[in-house]
Nanobody, 124 residues
Framework: QVQLVESGGGLVQAGGSLRLSCATS????????MGWFRQAPGKEREFVAT????????DYADSVKGRFTISRDNAKNTVYLQMNSLKPEDTAVYYC?????????????????WGQGTQVTVSS
C-alpha cells in the first residue's frame, strides 16, 4: 500500500505561483511513474502532468504546458508541481497519484493510489 498526502495549495491571485508537494509513505514509489490530476467544481477529474520513475521524462496537459513543472525527489519520496502564471481556470482540487504499470500515464484509470487532494484557488 502507498499513502499520498498533498500539500501547498491555497489562495493566490492570477499570475501568481504555488508549489504543490506530494509526500508518499508505505511502499516505495521510486520505481513508479507519478502524476498530478485536478478536478474543478462540476467537472470531471483531468490529467495535469506526469513524470517517470527517474524524473527524466515528463508530460503535460496542453492547458498547463509552459506554466507548470513536475519534478520528483526519490530520496524524499516526494513529487512536486511548480505552478506559475496561474489563471482562474486553474482553480481546482489537485491530486497526486501513483502509476505502477507505467502505461496510460495521462489516464486516470491507470493510476493505482491517490491522495486526498489539495485545494488551489486562483482569484482574478
Amino acid at each position: 500500500q502507498v499513502q499520498l498526502v498533498e500539500s501547498g495549495g491555497g489562495l493566490v491571485q492570477a499570475g501568481g505561483s504555488l508549489r504543490l508537494s506530494c509526500a508518499t509513505s508505505g511502499r516505495a514509489v521510486s520505481s513508479y511513474a507519478m502524476g498530478w490530476f485536478r478536478q474543478a467544481p462540476g467537472k470531471e477529474r483531468e490529467f495535469v502532468a506526469t513524470i517517470n520513475w527517474s524524473g527524466r521524462n515528463t508530460d503535460y496537459a496542453d492547458s498547463v504546458k509552459g506554466r507548470f513543472t513536475i519534478s520528483r525527489d526519490n530520496a524524499k519520496n516526494t513529487v512536486y508541481l511548480q505552478m506559475n502564471s496561474l489563471k482562474p481556470e486553474d482553480t481546482a482540487v489537485y491530486y497526486c497519484a501513483v502509476n505502477r504499470g507505467g502505461t496510460g500515464l495521462n489516464l486516470m484509470n491507470h493510476y493505482d493510489y491517490w491522495g486526498q487532494g489539495t485545494q488551489v484557488t486562483v482569484s482574478s
